[in-house]
C-alpha cells in the first residue's frame, strides 16, 4: 500500500519537472485540449469497466468496482491518469486534431485503468 503512494507522488511530481525544463519556451496549449483528453480518458476508463464486466471478470456495480474492491488501486488510477494529463498538457504534446486528442485519451484510459485498477474478481 505504501509503496503505491510513492509511486503516485512520483508520478504527479514528474509534471512539476516537465514544466521546469521547458519553462523558458513555456507556451501552454488551450485549456480546452486537456479538457477534452480529461473527459476521452475518463470515458475511456468506463469503458474498461463495461469490458471486463460483459466478459464476467468482475462481480458488481461500478461503485464497488471503483471504490469497494479496491480503493487504493482506484486512486491510483485516478492519479496516473492526472500525472499523465498535466505532463501531456505543461509540455505542450496535447496540440493535435481533435479526433487524434479524443482517440489518444481514450486509449490512455483504457491502458491506465487495465493496468492499475484489477477490482474483484467475478
Known amino acids: 500500500m505504501k509503496k503505491h503512494y510513492f509511486l503516485a507522488g512520483l508520478l504527479l511530481s514528474m509534471p512539476v519537472f516537465a514544466w521546469a525544463w521547458s519553462a523558458p519556451a513555456l507556451d501552454l496549449p488551450s485549456p480546452r485540449n486537456l479538457i477534452i483528453f480529461t473527459v476521452a480518458g475518463m470515458v475511456g476508463m468506463l469503458a474498461h469497466f463495461y469490458k471486463k464486466k460483459m ?23 485516478l492519479l496516473t491518469f492526472a500525472g499523465t494529463a498535466a505532463t501531456m498538457w505543461l509540455t505542450g504534446q496535447l496540440v493535435m486534431s481533435d479526433g487524434a486528442l479524443i482517440a489518444l485519451a481514450f486509449n490512455s484510459g483504457w491502458a491506465i485503468d487495465s493496468g492499475v485498477n484489477k477490482g474483484a474478481g467475478a
Open 55 to 77: 466478459r464476467g471478470e468482475i462481480a458488481g456495480n461500478l461503485a464497488d468496482y471503483l471504490v469497494r474492491d479496491h480503493a487504493d488501486a482506484t486512486l491510483l488510477m
